[in-house]
């Protein structure tokens, strides 16, 4: 059979989808999958093991007739489609593709996940519920081995901590003051090693003021050589966004903090066997204490 599978989303989301990944390709072992995704994560998700080839989704407008038609090729001629974006837009993909078997949310798929307290449900559980409907079962911790490639150009310490203290460009109220990051990186008895994007750059920049043997990598790491680094780490401190979703996948010992703008009770990274990392939780951060993340390190 061909099978597709359809993920979008933020990296969080993406990671908080392996168990999920995996549980498709042991259900359909002999089969050919491919996944629908956006162009951020193709080639990321084409190294992993899950795969036998990816698709860019350009999420064309209603009122862009090539881009709607190209879309229609890319969804037509599979035998099962697991829909796990299951948004409103994903879920019109199932006139798109024909009505084939369809596991997610569109009206008359043959596998709804019409489980009414859904969107109160964490993510990972409500994918492995709504492939459950469909026979797949998420089981045990994914493989993950693909994820831990050498890291030696980073030259990196022997033991280190990486400190998350970015997020969303749009989401600063998810932030832990970097001044913060920076006085708990004195405290930490390894050095700190400062992951994300190039915009945050800044962020690793206060960070050293405090601690001079800190590690900048932001900006610095393909989300492939990213996960690398954060598999190598013996501790994982930063904001609700998705390096700490590697770190926890990965079964690095993390604290996550999270503001009022997010609730982990359906978004919180997840350790390899479902357990739950240390959680700090405040309605603004700012008002956590270093003293309080340090109290919370495992």
């Given at each position: 059979?061909?099978?597709?599978?359809?993920?979008?989303?933020?990296?969080?989301?993406?990671?908080?989808?392996?168990?999920?990944?995996?549980?498709?390709?042991?259900?359909?072992?002999?089969?050919?999958?491919?996944?629908?995704?956006?162009?951020?994560?193709?080639?990321?998700?084409?190294?992993?093991?899950?795969?036998?080839?990816?698709?860019?989704?350009?999420?064309?407008?209603?009122?862009?007739?090539?881009?709607?038609?190209?879309?229609?090729?890319?969804?037509?001629?599979?035998?099962?489609?697991y829909d796990l974006q299951t948004s409103s837009?994903?879920?019109?993909?199932?006139?798109?593709?024909?009505?084939?078997?369809?596991?997610?949310?569109?009206?008359?798929?043959?596998?709804?996940?019409?489980?009414?307290?859904?969107?109160?449900?964490?993510?990972?559980?409500?994918?492995?519920?709504?492939?459950?409907?469909?026979?797949?079962?998420?089981?045990?911790?994914?493989?993950?081995?693909?994820?831990?490639?050498?890291?030696?150009?980073?030259?990196?310490?022997?033991?280190?901590?990486?400190?998350?203290?970015?997020?969303?460009?749009?989401?600063?109220?998810?932030?832990?003051?970097?001044?913060?990051?920076?006085?708990?990186?004195?405290?930490?008895?390894?050095?700190?090693?400062?992951?994300?994007?190039?915009?945050?750059?800044?962020?690793?920049?206060?960070?050293?003021?405090?601690?001079?043997?800190?590690?900048?990598?932001?900006?610095?790491?393909?989300?492939?050589?990213?996960?690398?680094?954060?598999?190598?780490?013996?501790?994982?401190?930063?904001?609700?966004?998705?390096?700490?979703?590697?770190?926890?996948?990965?079964?690095?010992?993390?604290?996550?903090?999270?503001?009022?703008?997010?609730?982990?009770?359906?978004?919180?990274?997840?350790?390899?066997?479902?357990?739950?990392?240390?959680?700090?939780?405040?309605?603004?951060?700012?008002?956590?204490?270093?003293?309080?993340?340090?109290?919370?390190?495992?």
């Amino acid at each position: 059979m061909r099978v597709l599978v359809i993920r979008h989303g933020a990296l969080g989301d993406i990671v908080l989808t392996f168990p999920a990944f995996e549980a498709i390709r042991r259900a359909h072992a002999g089969d050919e999958i491919f996944l629908l995704t956006t162009a951020a994560f193709a080639a990321f998700l084409g190294k992993s093991p899950w795969f036998d080839g990816v698709m860019v989704d350009a999420k064309p407008e209603v009122w862009d007739l090539l881009g709607v038609m190209k879309l229609r090729r890319q969804l037509r001629g599979f035998d099962v489609v697991y829909d796990l974006q299951t948004s409103s837009r994903s879920a019109r993909y199932f006139a798109l593709a024909g009505k084939p078997k369809w596991s997610g949310i569109s009206a008359g798929c043959c596998w709804p996940h019409d489980n009414p307290k859904r969107e109160t449900m964490h993510s990972r559980e409500r994918i492995a519920e709504q492939l459950l409907k469909a026979g797949a079962t998420v089981a045990g911790a994914p493989d993950l081995s693909w994820l831990r490639g050498g890291v030696e150009r980073f030259r990196l310490p022997a033991k280190y901590a990486v400190l998350v203290p970015g997020a969303s460009a749009h989401r600063p109220e998810k932030r832990w003051p970097e001044q913060k990051f920076g006085a708990l990186a004195v405290q930490l008895a390894m050095p700190a090693v400062v992951v994300g994007g190039g915009d945050e750059t800044p962020l690793a920049g206060v960070i050293r003021s405090f601690a001079q043997k800190t590690v900048d990598l932001t900006g610095k790491t393909d989300i492939l050589e990213l996960a690398a680094v954060v598999a190598g780490a013996k501790l994982a401190v930063g904001n609700d966004t998705g390096p700490m979703h590697l770190a926890a996948a990965l079964g690095v010992p993390s604290v996550v903090l999270f503001s009022g703008a997010s609730d982990p009770a359906l978004t919180c990274p997840r350790y390899p066997d479902g357990g739950w990392p240390s959680v700090l939780k405040a309605p603004h951060l700012s008002g956590v204490s270093v003293a309080q993340v340090v109290a919370a390190l495992p």
